[in-house]
């Protein structure tokens, strides 16, 4: 069973940076790899994907601000978070897709982390 940890979230001003690590438990280089978060009140929306041929696919919410990116060799995918906005707030968590490539339908993803916290405030 894969399981994934994530990290790196913690509070940062409008306008900030922050990396999210998404740490796997074994080899994810076949699976896409996808970021969603989650608001209090809404439904957890996608992010950000990146899929085995490292092609990259965004939000229109976060499209230019933020980058995906992963090492297969550390079995770990990135996502740096630049300009970071009030309304970015959220739990981020990470799944694999059921396939190999990248979609934003939670219903395509498996094996969830425990999500880590964004919050930007000033």
């Known amino acids: 069973q894969l399981q994934f940890v994530e990290s790196g979230g913690g509070l940062v001003q409008p306008g900030g940076s922050l990396r999210l690590s998404c740490v796997a438990s074994?080899?994810?280089?076949?699976?896409?790899i996808g970021w969603f978060r989650q608001a209090p009140g809404k439904e957890r929306e996608g992010v950000s994907c990146i899929n085995s041929d490292t092609n990259q696919y965004y939000s229109d919410s976060v499209r230019g601000r933020f980058t995906i990116s992963r090492d297969n060799a550390k079995n770990t995918v990135y996502l740096q978070m630049n300009n970071l906005k009030p309304e970015d707030a959220a739990v981020y968590y990470c799944?694999?897709?059921?396939?190999?490539?990248?979609?934003?339908?939670?219903?395509?993803?498996?094996?969830w982390g425990q999500g880590t916290q964004v919050t930007v405030s000033s």
């Open positions: 074994g080899f994810t280089d076949h699976y896409a």
């Open positions: 799944a694999a897709s059921w396939d190999y490539y990248c979609s934003f339908q939670i219903s395509d993803f498996h094996s």
